[in-house]
């Protein structure tokens, strides 16, 4: 029987990658397109054009300080995600029970069903002063007052980590799946314990899962909108806030500037990031 001939993966990829980045491409024209027009009287003037918002935002420290929060709020968050997320996905990686495997995709799967709205308000049961959080560690004994965690940084943090974490352990799980028992039984043979394999052999292999979950947890965090505004009671205002601010104000020229630099930096941030875990893993994988 004549096997059909297998397409290469650059077509098979090309479909996707091209129809993304062309919606990609279009929104920073239509961005850059507004930023270039001026806004006067309370409206945006398409009339004028100059690079004059472009300057002042720039020069705006406010604005640098509210992106530099947020840029430590998604770095926060994609830390702890992973790094839960990696502790996770390696107990299922280790779990052969099938039922149990289904109970567990089903539970991480669950904030992706899920409205945000709806886990937001529900954080705010959970984690408000009268909430399970501190009723419990009042009822242990282990607080007197109750702790701040919403309207704050900490439950804005907590409600990232939760909602992102199926990005975040579904691709480190994919990784591990694919380590193959040859790897870990030469590793035994030779004398290597479970603390041995799992720096040398399970965790390199498993690289590739980490840095692509690390970039999309980075990304989700530095886009969050509608968890820091419910989660945040106005006290913690991040960069997709801002910019929420100034589109409702009709300043859709200080709006677009700041989401190009948004969108720009984090996919400079990510490239970065990228390329410099791939270069430490490589350097720890030559030793």
């Known amino acids: ?42 409206s945006t003037d398409t009339s004028v054009t100059s690079l004059n918002v472009w300057a002042t935002s720039l020069a705006d420290p406010f604005f640098w300080q509210v992106f530099g929060r ?6 926060a968050v994609t830390v702890l995600t992973v790094g839960l997320g990696y502790v996770t996905a390696l107990a299922l990686w280790r779990t ?53 965690l919403i ?20 691709p480190i799980w994919a990784s591990l799946r694919q380590i193959s028992t040859e790897h870990l039984e030469a590793a035994s043979d030779l004398g290597s314990g479970r603390l041995s394999t799992f720096r040398r052999v399970v965790l390199p292999l498993s690289m ?10 980075f990304l989700f965090g ?30 859709w020229p200080l709006g677009a500037v700041q989401a190009i630099v948004l969108i720009t930096v984090s996919l400079l941030l990510v490239f970065v990031a990228n390329r410099l875990a791939q270069r430490v893993w490589r350097l720890g994988a030559a030793r």
């Open 222 to 251: 530095m886009g969050s909108f509608v968890t820091p505004i419910l989660l945040g009671g106005g006290r913690v205002l991040l960069t997709a806030e801002l910019i929420f601010e100034n589109e409702t104000n009709l300043n």
């Open 96 to 148: 052969s029970n099938p039922i149990v495997l289904s109970v567990a995709s089903v539970i991480l799967a669950a904030p992706l069903v899920v409205s945000i709205v709806v886990r937001a308000y529900g954080w705010l049961l959970v984690l408000g002063d009268h909430g399970v959080v501190n009723v419990a560690l009042q009822g242990l004994g282990l607080e007197r007052a109750p702790t701040r």
């Open 151 to 170: 309207y704050d940084y900490p439950g804005v943090i907590i409600a990232l980590v939760q909602s992102a974490a199926p990005f975040a352990v579904f």
């Open 1 to 42: 029987m004549k096997r059909r001939p297998r397409l290469p993966a650059w077509l098979l990829l090309s479909s996707p990658a091209i129809a993304l980045s062309s919606i990609l491409v279009a929104c920073l024209v239509v961005l850059g397109v507004f930023s270039l027009f001026a806004y006067v009287n309370g």
């Open 70 to 75: 947020t840029v430590v709020v998604a770095v």
């Open 208 to 217: 590739n899962g980490v840095i692509a979950a690390a970039q999309i947890v």
